[in-house]
């Protein structure tokens, strides 16, 4: 390897003193130092170098820029994973403080009227106060809480009158949906709800406010998502989360029979739509509103 490289110097600056072999011929030369390297098993910088530059490259040689290449690739794949990778897990976060903050709220865990911070929330829940502080403010966007500066989030006091409000608002955006559904919809569309409102009876069943809660909002979802009208759901949808938020002053929570009532209501109403009975559509669609 040396001898090659001071081969090549020795022919371009001259400093030594003559050499036949080298000032004369220079082919030769790299030839013989060619066969070197062949004999050694590696291959020289510099030979490689100067061989790439007159074009005496072989192809029984890897091309030098192509480890260059792959080394390259997987550093620049993994540059958007790891950017990515806190995003993701930040919203998941956030999505699921978003979710815990809701079930306490229908639980009548955070109480009416109570003043909460995102650092106490924070450490009840094992995060930061960041994602806390920004499911809160989307609860506060939803009217669930109001922002109380400096000292937190309060939650809302609501009496019996809003809810009432609120049932009467969903009644009117929903019986005219369900009935008009009724007349279009085949029966094997609503028998793809059934799941879910068989969900709903088992958590009314267990008396559990909160499962049942998701479980009632998934199957009037479902329900009104067949009228293809995204406007409409997103509302419904709204106004079902807020109607179930508790009361101050109001009647004692629903206890597991008024919830099982309310699940069996649902099943009914799958029964008299699959067999396209608008009389007892109409008659339990505006019941299970009253109900509620």
């Known amino acids: 390897m040396e001898q090659a490289g001071s081969l090549s110097v020795r022919g371009s600056t001259g400093s030594a003193a003559p050499d036949i072999r080298t000032a004369s011929v220079r082919v030769p030369a790299q030839a013989r130092a060619a066969d070197v390297e062949r004999e050694r098993g590696v291959a020289s910088d510099e030979s490689r170098s100067a061989a790439g530059a007159r074009g005496e490259h072989t192809h029984s040689e890897p091309p030098i820029p192509h480890p260059r290449v792959e080394s390259a690739r997987p550093v620049e794949a993994a540059r958007p994973v790891e950017t990515a990778r806190p995003v993701v897990q930040r919203a998941s976060v956030r999505g699921q403080i978003l979710d815990a903050l809701r079930t306490a709220l229908v639980a009548g865990e955070l109480a009416p009227g109570q003043v909460y911070s995102a650092p106490v929330l924070g450490e009840r829940f094992g995060v930061s106060a960041t994602p806390v502080r920004e499911a809160m403010q989307q609860l506060a966007l939803e009217g669930a ?3 109380v500066p400096n000292r937190g989030f309060r939650v809302v006091r609501r009496g019996t009158r809003e809810l009432a409000e609120l049932a009467e608002i969903r009644a009117l955006l929903e019986v005219p949906v369900v009935l008009r559904l009724a007349r279009t919809v085949p029966a094997a569309r609503w028998a793809e709800l059934r799941p879910l409102a068989e969900a709903a009876a088992r958590a009314a069943s267990a008396g559990c406010r909160a499962t049942y809660a998701e479980c009632d909002r998934a199957f009037h979802h479902a329900m009104l998502a067949l009228a293809g009208n995204d406007q409409l759901v997103q ?26 009532a309310d699940a069996a209501e649902h099943l009914a109403l799958l029964d008299a739509l699959t067999a396209q009975d608008l009389p007892a559509v109409q008659s339990l669609v505006r019941e299970h509103f009253a109900d509620d």
Do not use: F, K, S, T
């Not at 989360?241 to 008024?258: E, K, S, T």
């Open 235 to 260: 509302i419904a949808d709204d106004l079902h989360r807020r109607a179930q938020w508790p009361l101050v002053g109001g009647p004692v929570p629903r206890g597991r029979a008024d919830l099982m």
């Open 145 to 147: 809480v109001e922002v």
